[in-house]
């Protein structure tokens, strides 16, 4: 299993960022996804994910309407896309799956920066 993230940077606030995952190893489209974030001093939480079955998504209270989560199954990739940036959104993000109880795969993390 491997994901690979990307599309991370330095902006400025109130701009937008849309961030992706490749992902392979697996079958793409039958397992639910998440991003997760974790900043300095922080613990890692759960910011969205989308499910397999009907493509239903589920956010964190401190995105919902500025965050979107997606998926394309015949790129097996999953995407976000961050608008209206804040300060506090600054993190390390990360893409995971869930394949079963005890399974859960990460990828590297994509930095993102949001300064003035």
């Known amino acids: 299993v491997q994901l690979v993230e990307s599309g991370g940077g330095l902006v400025q606030p109130g701009g937008s960022l849309r961030l992706s995952c490749a992902a392979s190893g697996f079958t793409f489209s039958t397992y639910a996804l998440s991003w997760y974030r974790q900043a300095p001093g922080k613990e890692r939480e759960l910011v969205a994910s989308i499910r397999s079955v009907d493509g239903s998504t589920n956010y964190a209270d401190s995105v919902k309407g500025r965050f979107t989560i997606s998926r394309d199954n015949a790129k097996n990739t999953v995407y976000l896309q961050m608008n209206s940036l804040k300060p506090e959104d600054t993190a390390v993000y990360y893409c995971?799956?869930?394949?079963?109880?005890?399974?859960?795969?990460w990828g590297q993390g994509t930095q993102v920066t949001v300064s003035s």
């Open positions: 995971s799956a869930l394949l079963r109880v005890g399974a859960q795969y």
